[in-house]
């Protein structure tokens, strides 16, 4: 699952130039964390209508800020959860069968709403903290 949001050089440009690159460093690290904290739980309420176990559910998790570009991942905690997940998406076939699970398409569900408001609420985040 990936979602890039694109036209955030300019204002980090302008964070820079007002508080110096160490301050600004901290303070888009900050943004980056807190919007992934929110992805984390639209992923994680995108989950839970079809928890069983609650293993998918449990094991959501959101990466530490990763440089070049600066990001934050959204995932699962253990690799063997994510084949599952990836059934669990797109769906399966059993004996020439195609088996649609009860999660069919809510990840992307998830990503289409991380889409839509990630860049706002980074923006958002950034100018607060920037202040």
Known sequence: ???SVTGTNEIIR???AKL?????????????RKTGEKNKQIVKQQ????????????LVITSNVKTNPKRVETGWASKERAPLVHLNEFGYTVNGRYIRPRGF???QGA????????FNEMHDELKELGR
């Open 1 to 3: 699952m990936s979602v």
């Open 14 to 16: 302008n964070i820079e």
């Open 20 to 32: 110096g690159k160490n301050r600004a460093n901290r303070v888009i690290n900050k943004a980056l």
């Open 47 to 58: 989950v839970s209508s079809y928890i069983d176990t609650g293993k998918t559910y449990d």
């Open 105 to 107: 398409g809510k990840l």
């Open 111 to 118: 990503v289409d709403k991380i889409k839509g408001s990630a």
